[in-house]
């Protein structure tokens, strides 16, 4: 992992193609502004984190769970 520091107003280059500027910083919090072509995916880390435990706890999900589920369904209609 490369750290870097920075101030307010100056950024790191990633490539020839991506550009992060420090915008603002608050206590414990900066502000970062990310320019990047718009077929790169920016995602922040703690989502993408969420979003796989989540997908990981549906995959798990027992055979007897969603026969309940279709029988809740059903009475819906």
Do not use: C, Q, W
């Given at each position: 992992?490369?750290v ?44 993408v ?29």
């Open positions: 992992m490369l870097l520091t920075r101030k307010r107003k100056e950024s790191v280059l990633i490539g020839d193609d991506i550009e992060i500027n420090i915008l603002e910083i608050e206590g414990d919090r900066v502000k970062l502004g990310i320019r990047a072509p718009k077929d790169r995916t920016i995602l922040r880390g703690e989502l984190a969420e979003t796989v435990a989540i997908n990981m706890e549906s995959a798990n999900t027992s055979v007897e769970d969603l026969k309940k589920l279709k029988s809740y369904l059903a009475v819906k209609k």
